[in-house]
């Protein structure tokens, strides 16, 4: 009974592992280069990391909108929390939950968040400015962003083995 016992127990820790093609990029890992910062400069820090600095300099408890993805950390760099109601619906689009939109849209022009991240299209580091920024945002919600946010930071950075570029927008 227990050598069965034993090739039972190996096999719960084994089988998980074998021929899981995820588990390699499961975890953010480049030897070289892990984190790019703006414009595709090497750096240590994370995009939620340096982001999450840039919102610290001027509140300790800054309040943050993500318009067009779902969270990818940023929330859990800053030490806060989402003041928004559908900030996990993000998958959604207009037709399909107008509200939401209608919701990101009241909460930018009411000024009700200190920062907004963007999550800008692209398979490659981007050269981002506010035009490029605001490719990735429902047309809906570009007139209160480009009005009450100005953008101060930008970064790219491979997510789970894809591209991604984000922009981060602070109340004026």
Do not use: C
Request: proline fraction near 8%; hydrophobic fraction near 40%; charge should be positive.
């Amino acid at each position: 009974m227990r050598p069965v016992m034993l090739l039972v127990m190996i096999g719960i820790f084994v089988i998980p592992f074998y021929g899981n093609s995820y588990i390699k990029t499961a975890t953010p890992r480049d030897a070289h280069q892990p984190f790019l910062a703006r414009h595709g400069q090497p750096t240590d820090q994370s995009v939620q990391e340096r982001f999450a600095a840039d919102m610290h300099k001027k509140s300790k408890h800054p309040s943050i909108l993500m318009v067009n993805s779902l969270d990818s950390g940023f929330f859990l760099a800053a030490n806060t929390h989402p003041v928004t109601r559908y900030f996990h619906l993000m998958n959604m689009t207009y037709d399909e939950f107008p509200e939401m939109y209608h919701s990101f849209s009241d909460t930018m022009t009411h000024r009700r968040v200190q920062y907004v991240v963007v999550f800008v299209p692209g398979n490659q580091p981007l050269a981002i400015d506010m035009r490029n920024a605001l490719n990735g945002v429902h047309p809906y919600n570009k007139a209160p962003l480009v009005k009450n946010y100005r953008l101060i930071d930008t970064g790219y950075q491979l997510l789970a083995g894809k591209p991604k570029n984000w922009a981060l927008f602070e109340l004026k």
